[in-house]
């Protein structure tokens, strides 16, 4: 990830905090000393700052409170105060404190590998766990100690951590880093922190701390009077102090003698320098106006640049070019239609967002009444509700849509009388599919209960069949009996042929009438 | 260890480490910026610890082509606390109640200090497709999720529409 290290981001970064390192610009009196280093007298002066290992450089920290502003007047005879101060802070980081590596300005492209995943920077000091997830020293900490109910995970995987304390010295959850990640780390390419101040260094961030300790013109270093505990840049620390009010031969003004280059260089009323294209004697307080705007020997473009014209010159020359220009002589045409234009699209750009929900509320109707013309759907298929919300039906379904979670249902906006009947006809189609299925299902049911009830009959009709069928037997039984015995009486007297053929007849008509008793008997019997 | 530790310790570094909120937060705006993910956006208002954001419905859930209004609000810790997250454009979804407040572990004691304002809206939009109705805020809507995604798609819309409406009649 590129990002944050472009060169362009420079002023993004350094404005969001300034580092302990950060040095305004010397001629601001006074703000200098309130964001101060003074490593350089590590070795300059030793006995002031033996702390720890002795070639470490102090912590920024320390001499931050060693040169603020409430400080500096006492620490005249008390130097040994705000060191207790800087071991304190020394101790909970177990190294030395130096230069704040993620509020440097990174030159060379990051690999993503290479940024800590909480402050998505460059690892600074980073520190391995044992599910090998790699953070800065601080960032982990950090992060560790925010974590809730003595919980101790690893902020990417949540693992847990073992070993961890807040104590840096009892720490043990660290593991091994590799030697080519430190090596990646160290080589990336930044600038100096005292970039603001002036220094235009840019190297190896490994070699950062080292160039600001010991070769960085813009460090700000003790002063070489012990009794004064003022700052001074390293390129202006000479044997004296130079702590102390002076005037200005031209101005008049006091000045600190430390910024007196600095003021006659750009700030004095009174003082003008030859301007060093031109040569007009210009005040060294318009000096950089006069260079970007008013010098005749400035570069400068045609107005008509913006729409053409390639036309480049000292100021100076600018004016008769202009006189024959056509574009130049167009531009301020050109750049109110510019104007014009971009307020029109700004424009076209509403009306064209206004256009598409006005389209997408078109089209919904337009597939309602598609729909309706062709009369086959029913007013609940999924699609419809997706493509139109209108379609919720106002009436009683169900509980949900009437509650108070939409209230937007109760009292949809009709924009026209068209929209209020076609919403009117859509819940009057709801109710008739209700209907509709209500219907069918009654329709079920009756049928159903007929069945049912003809079924019962026909069963019972076929008891009954049986019944008559059973006692048509024992009548025709008892009926033939009957007629034997008549038959044996009367024997004698009627002819055989007359009795015959009575018994015959009776026997033969007896036949078919039985048949089909016994036939629908056994029908009956047969469905049952 | 002892929370008398905790206390002692705590404030120092944080004092010391407040430009490190803005510092993190103007990395990630680059990164949003340089390059962005389809579908989520993110802008800090007048200040920085303050953003607005928006998320667009995932495909193939009810909230497809909707597009959600956020507001963000970091604490001073940021990112070993998380930030305060509400969904400005009225939702209907079974972890957002009607003020917007959302039940998202992440966002409550899963915060990790790695997750960034992406990441969570990242999360954010696979929740809008895949809601917890273990533990609904809204339980009407964790109901009919799986019993009728039809009215419950509905809803969604009605919902939502509050807003297009308020937007149409801002134009
Ligand atoms: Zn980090
Ligand atoms: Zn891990
Ligand atoms: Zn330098
Ligand atoms: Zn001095
Ligand atoms: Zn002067
Ligand atoms: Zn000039
Ligand atoms: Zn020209």
């Known amino acids: 990830m590129s990002a944050p290290n472009s060169p362009t981001l420079g002023l993004f970064r350094s404005d969001a905090r300034p580092g302990p390192l950060t040095i305004p610009p010397p001629n601001l009196e006074g703000t200098a000393t309130a964001t101060a280093t003074a490593t350089a007298a590590t070795w300059s002066d030793p006995r002031q700052f033996v702390v720890?290992?002795?070639?470490?450089?102090?912590?920024?920290?320390?001499?931050?409170?060693?040169?603020?502003?409430?400080?500096?007047?006492?620490?005249?005879?008390?130097?040994?105060?705000?060191?207790?101060?800087?071991?304190?802070?020394?101790?909970?980081?177990?190294?030395?404190?130096?230069?704040?590596?993620?509020?440097?300005?990174?030159?060379?492209?990051?690999?993503?590998?290479?940024?800590?995943?909480?402050?998505?920077c460059p690892l600074d000091k980073p520190v391995r766990l044992a599910c090998d997830h790699i953070f800065c020293d601080e960032c982990l900490n950090r992060a560790l100690e925010a974590q809730r109910n003595g919980e101790r995970n690893c902020p990417s995987c949540r693992t847990r951590v073992h070993g961890w304390s807040e104590d840096a010295g009892k720490q043990k959850h660290k593991t091994s880093i590799p030697r080519i990640l430190t090596q990646?780390?160290?080589?990336?390419?930044?600038?100096?922190?005292?970039?603001?101040?002036?220094?235009?260094?840019?190297?190896?961030?490994?070699?950062?701390?080292?160039?600001?300790?010991?070769?960085?013109?813009?460090?700000?270093?003790?002063?070489?009077?012990?009794?004064?505990?003022?700052?001074?840049?390293?390129?202006?620390?000479?044997?004296?102090?130079?702590?102390?009010?002076?005037?200005?031969?031209?101005c008049e003004q006091s000045v600190l003698r430390l910024d007196l280059e600095a003021h006659q260089e750009s700030e004095c009323p009174k003082r003008a320098k030859?301007?060093?294209?031109?040569?007009?004697?210009?005040?060294v307080r318009e000096l950089i106006s006069h260079l970007s705007s008013k010098c005749p020997e400035t570069i400068v473009s045609c107005p008509g640049s913006p729409y053409g014209c390639s036309f480049q010159s000292p100021h100076a020359d600018l004016k008769p070019h202009t006189k024959t220009c056509p574009i130049a002589?167009?531009?301020?045409?050109?750049?109110a239609q510019q104007a014009r234009q971009d307020t029109?699209?700004?424009?076209?750009?509403?009306?064209?967002?206004?256009?598409?929900?006005?389209?997408?509320?078109?089209?919904?109707?337009?597939?309602?009444?598609?729909?309706?013309?062709?009369?086959?759907?029913?007013?609940?298929?999924?699609?419809?509700?997706?493509?139109?919300?209108?379609?919720?039906?106002?009436?009683?379904?169900?509980?949900?849509?009437?509650?108070?979670?939409?209230p937007a249902t109760e009292n949809p906006p009709f924009d026209s009388s068209t929209e209020h009947l076609l919403f009117l006809h859509d819940s009057l189609r709801n109710e008739i599919s209700r209907v509709e299925n209500a219907l069918?299902?009654?329709?079920?049911?009756?049928?159903?209960?007929?069945?049912?009830?003809?079924?019962?009959?026909?069963?019972?009709?076929?008891?009954?069949?049986?019944?008559?069928?059973?006692?048509?037997?024992?009548?025709?039984?008892?009926?033939?009996?009957r007629l034997q015995a008549q038959r044996e009486q009367s024997g004698p007297r009627a002819g055989p042929s007359v009795g015959g053929g009575g018994a015959g007849g009776a026997a033969g008509a007896s036949a078919p009438m039985l048949r089909p008793v016994r036939r629908s008997s056994e029908e009956s019997r047969q469905k049952l | 260890m002892s929370t008398d530790a905790a206390e002692k310790t705590a404030p120092q570094p944080r004092s010391a480490n407040n430009g490190n909120v803005t510092k993190r937060l103007q990395t990630e705006l680059m990164t949003l910026m340089m390059s962005p993910t389809p579908g989520i956006s993110a802008f800090p208002n007048d200040d920085l610890l303050n953003w607005t954001a928006t998320i667009s419905g995932p495909d193939g859930t009810p909230y497809a082509n909707?597009?959600?209004?956020?507001?963000?609000?970091?604490?001073?810790?940021?990112?070993?606390?998380?930030?305060?997250?509400?969904?400005?454009?009225?939702?209907?979804?079974?972890?957002?109640?009607?003020?917007?407040?959302?039940?998202?572990?992440?966002?409550k004691d899963k915060w990790s200090a790695?997750?960034?304002?992406?990441?969570?809206l990242l999360s954010l939009q696979s929740l809008l497709g895949e809601p917890n109705n273990a533990s609904p805020l809204n339980g009407q809507a964790a109901e009919l999720w799986d019993k009728d995604p039809v009215e419950y798609k509905k809803l969604v819309l009605a919902r939502h529409k509050d807003l297009a409406d308020e937007e149409l009649a801002g134009l």
Not at chain 1, 274 to 283: E, H, M, R, V, Y
């Open chain 1, 52 to 120: 720890g290992a002795p070639p470490n450089p102090p912590s920024p920290l320390a001499l931050r409170a060693l040169t603020s502003p409430s400080n500096r007047r006492a620490t005249l005879a008390a130097p040994t105060l705000p060191l207790g101060h800087a071991d304190s802070i020394r101790k909970r980081s177990s190294l030395p404190a130096d230069i704040d590596l993620s509020t440097l300005d990174y030159i060379t492209a990051c690999d993503e590998n290479l940024i800590c995943p909480i402050c998505r």
């Open chain 1, 184 to 250: 990646m780390l160290d080589e990336l390419v930044v600038r100096c922190p005292n970039g603001k101040a002036g220094c235009k260094w840019q190297d190896k961030r490994g070699e950062v701390q080292d160039h600001v300790d010991r070769y960085c013109d813009y460090t700000l270093l003790a002063c070489p009077e012990s009794e004064c505990g003022e700052v001074v840049p390293r390129k202006h620390r000479g044997k004296s102090c130079l702590h102390f009010h002076t005037k200005c031969e031209d």
């Open chain 1, 274 to 283: 030859d301007c060093s294209k031109c040569g007009a004697n210009i005040p």
């Open chain 1, 329 to 335: 002589a167009m531009a301020p045409f050109l750049s």
């Open chain 1, 344 to 406: 029109q699209e700004a424009q076209q750009k509403l009306l064209q967002r206004k256009v598409d929900v006005l389209e997408g509320g078109f089209s919904s109707i337009q597939s309602l009444l598609y729909t309706s013309d062709a009369g086959t759907r029913t007013p609940t298929t999924p699609l419809e509700a997706m493509s139109d919300p209108m379609l919720r039906s106002g009436s009683n379904n169900g509980a949900a849509s009437a509650s108070s979670t939409a």
């Open chain 1, 440 to 481: 069918a299902v009654l329709d079920a049911r009756t049928t159903m209960t007929l069945l049912n009830e003809s079924l019962r009959a026909k069963e019972e009709m076929a008891h009954t069949n049986a019944a008559i069928n059973g006692m048509r037997m024992q009548l025709h039984w008892l009926m033939s009996a």
């Open chain 2, 66 to 107: 909707l597009t959600f209004k956020l507001s963000f609000e970091f604490p001073a810790n940021y990112p070993y606390a998380p930030p305060t997250v509400l969904f400005k454009t009225p939702i209907y979804h079974p972890n957002i109640d009607f003020s917007g407040r959302i039940c998202l572990d992440i966002l």
């Open chain 2, 114 to 120: 790695i997750y960034n304002v992406q990441s969570v």
